[in-house]
């Protein structure tokens, strides 16, 4: 078969129905057989776009994110999405069809001297296809590395002068997967935790799968355990549950709980220092739970360590706790917190548009934040009820992520309500994409915080140095524009009208631009509960 046709039928063998795929003059002749399978093919209006739907795509759906990439300047444009996708362990496949290696040096079209170091340090790996008997194999390889384990990018460079090629159909295509460890020491475990009054659970995105649920409520609801998560782990649970008390970086009682625990339990997550120790997160006892052992001791030293699947220990944990109630008064806690909180909806603007849009929208409604003075609050008091519906992009913490993203969530659960929230400096090199919006019809809704500035370095301006205005910015009316593009709009300058037009005008079910415009306000991590 042709090489062309070994690329789809690994699409096909593998159930990937949709890709991200920005086409050039190296990659034309896939076109015919990409609509010939079917393969939704969604293109974007820049490589760096495209990355960040795929982005999106994988963290809502549990699948691999593919994309479809052409040499030159159009692989260069997605380095900052295996960025963000190797800084959060997110499975993506860049494609990559590229020139003919044997014409280097020659001043070819699109000429780069082994163009896959670019990725080495923010992929898995890559692999490079020499010839005609390693393409099937060297796909399979990528495509199974990209899921096995600590999840996320791998890249592929294929010869484009390979597509018109007949290539051979044999190899090891599917490579098995890398088994991880079990845990097996529940006495060590039991003595661990032997005479431990006030344990406490907190959980990253290797715990955000749906069995976890059950275990977890019945777990820490028997036994009376806190369980607060990382940004990233928002939504494992209910955040509305008793037991449950949002991100480890809140002040106020969340802090209390964290800094007065006599042993943490952390599960899926890596303990980064951007997810706990810059904001002044205190762990004094650590049992670190997490799919390898790359994390251990890096920010926090752990005293008792648990490599490998999540589920078994989930299951052995439940064991070793079993009849056992602890010393935590949920109920009290919980109500202290919810007091907290309703002095923040007292004094702060920036939590009361948080809670304003929570609670204008429809409960299953995926949210995808790109880092912004709103997103901040969210990340810290935003409560998800829901897995994978709150997305925010903290592996390398890009800008330029909510309006892409959302385009591949909404792809990714076409049933559910998608709203892209998006700074005024986050969205308008993105904008562009509204064309892919428009023409593909995909409904994806978009809130732009309009300040006029890019807000958090405005913030800090003020507060470190004094200085006003040196982060503003000059916006478009972002409303004329989305209509430009053929999208409804509507602008809010109140946040009465915020709340009407996000329960009145917005349908969920077509494109929609809500623009509302408000002040700079002090992030969380300066504003005193």
Known sequence: MLGKQAIIDFLVRHT???????????????????????????????????????????RVSGKIGVLIVTPGPGLGNVVTG??????????????????????????????????????????????????????????????NLALTARRGPVLISIPYTLLEKEVSSQGPREIGFIPAEQFNDLVGLETVLAQKKRPIIIGGKTLMFEQARPLLDEICMNSSIPFLTTTSGK??????????????????????????????????????????????VKIRDLIHVDIDDAWFNKNYPASYKVPGEIHP???????????????????????????????????????????????????????????????YWAEYYYPVRHQHTFIMPRGISPIFYALPAAIGAKIAEPEKPCLAICG???????????????KHNIPVVILVFNNNSFGILEDYMRATYSLEGIMSLENPDFVRL????????????????????????????EPFLLEFSGPVFAPPWRTQP
């Open 16 to 58: 990937i129905r949709d890709i991200f795929y920005l086409p050039g003059i190296h990659t034309l002749s896939l076109n015919e057989g990409l609509s010939a399978k079917n393969i939704n093919v969604f293109v974007p209006r820049h490589e760096a776009n495209m990355a960040f739907m795929a982005d999106g795509f994988a």
């Open 82 to 143: 295996c960025m963000e996708a190797y800084g959060d362990d997110i499975p993506l496949l860049a494609i990559h069809i590229d020139t003919g290696r044997e014409e280097i040096g020659k001043g070819i079209l699109h000429e780069l001297v082994e163009p896959e170091n670019m990725f080495r340090y923010v992929t898995k790996k890559t692999f490079s296809v020499h010839g005609r008997e390693d393409l099937v194999a060297k796909l399979d390889m990528a495509y």
């Open 235 to 280: 939504g494992i649970l209910d955040e509305e549950n008793p037991w449950c008390f949002g991100n480890i970086m809140q002040k106020g009682v969340a802090k209390e709980i964290v800094s007065s625990a006599d042993i943490t339990i952390a599960i899926g997550t890596r303990l980064r220092d951007v997810d706990a120790k810059r904001r002044g």
């Open 313 to 375: 220990f989930l299951q052995d944990f439940k064991h070793a706790v079993q009849g056992k109630t602890f010393d935590w008064p949920l109920n009290e806690l919980k109500e202290t917190q919810r007091q907290e909180r309703q002095k923040l909806q007292d004094i702060s603007l920036g939590f009361q548009l948080m809670s304003l849009v929570k609670h204008s929208i429809p409960d299953n409604t995926t949210t995808i934040w790109d880092l912004n003075l709103m997103a």
């Open 424 to 438: 005024d400096g986050g969205i308008l090199p993105t904008v562009a994409e509204l064309s892919t919006i428009r």
């Open 482 to 509: 989305a209509s430009a593009f053929g999208i409804k709009g509507k602008r809010a300058k109140t946040l009465r009208q915020l709340r009407t037009i996000l329960r009145d005008s917005v349908r969920w079910d």
